[in-house]
């Protein structure tokens, strides 16, 4: 009986071998389970349509020119025809337009928009503006394109770069501009033009201190004004080669309450504003 038992049951050591052989199988055949199975890929990110030739334009510091201009190529990279709804620019000073206001791109044309910087209403330094572009393919998208450039230190410039009237109160306002040229050449005034009539413009004497020369501009608005919102343009001309034209926008807010509907006839009757402009004697 002893001898049955004893051959019955194995050793403590011959029972550790077995496991240890056992194992790696176990624990192989575990993980194989456990281990995660791969997906099929269900399709690729698909491209914007609207593709740059570049995306950022960088001039780095350039001359002291009265206008600093650049472009932006694009192409239609779709299936479908593209339309620019809108050009929305970080600062209204860039005044983005669209190469012969053309909108619509049919696939793999190509089109252009234009920027353009005035030196004299910015402040020396590096600049960074940004330009979003609305379009739509069949559905909304948007796109982001950079212009950046370092003016140098001011010779002509203006003060400020833009004017604003918030009309909401029924009171007349005023502001002034002041053209200053720091070259010691006494820039002239010769004539300006603006293009709305709802405000006055007058240009006051040039003062000389040392190589600055300031001539101040007036500008008022009535108190009473159309109601909502109008941009108009300053147009100075000088007698500078290098700042021949100086444009200051104008924006005008009126009274929003009170709001008439006019009639189709009614606004074919309205005279069209013209530009009115002041030769300086």
């Known amino acids: 009986m002893e001898e049955q038992k004893s051959t019955s049951r194995l050793p403590l050591w011959a029972t550790g071998l077995v496991l240890c052989g056992l194992t790696p199988a176990v624990l192989a055949g575990i993980f194989t389970q456990a281990a995660p199975v791969a997906r099929p890929i269900s399709g690729l990110v698909e491209r914007d349509p609207l593709v740059f030739s570049q995306y950022a334009v960088h001039l780095g510091e350039v001359r002291p020119v009265g206008t600093v201009p650049a472009h932006f190529d694009f192409f239609n990279a779709g299936k479908t025809p593209i339309e620019i709804v809108k050009l929305d620019p970080s600062c209204g000073c860039l005044a983005p337009r669209l190469y012969d206001e053309k909108t619509r791109y049919e696939p793999g044309e190509q089109g252009r928009f234009y920027v353009s910087v005035k030196t004299a209403n910015e402040t020396p330094g ?63 005034i010769v004539d ?76 074919k009757q309205k005279p069209t504003p013209t530009t009115k402009r002041s030769k300086i004697k």
Not at 167 to 182: C, F, K, W, Y
Not at 215 to 239: A, E, K, N, Q, Y
Not at 262 to 267: G, K, Q
């Open 126 to 188: 590096p600049k960074e503006y940004t330009v979003k572009v609305s379009y739509n393919d069949g559905k909304p998208q948007e796109r982001i394109v950079s212009f950046k450039l370092t003016v140098p230190e001011k010779k002509v410039s203006i003060t400020p770069a833009e004017v604003y009237f918030y009309q909401t109160h029924g009171r007349a306002d005023s502001r002034e501009i002041v053209l200053e040229d720091h070259r010691g050449l006494n820039l002239n």
């Open 192 to 267: 300006f033009e603006y293009n709305d009539s709802t405000a006055q413009v007058t240009l006051g004497e040039k003062i000389v201190e040392g190589t600055t020369s300031r001539t101040p501009i007036r500008i008022d608005v009535p108190g009473d004004v159309p109601p909502g919102r109008h941009v108009s343009v300053l147009t100075i001309h000088t007698d500078d080669s290098e700042y021949q034209t100086i444009r200051v926008p104008i924006l005008i807010w009126g009274p929003e309450s009170n709001i008439q509907q006019a009639s189709a006839e009614e606004i």
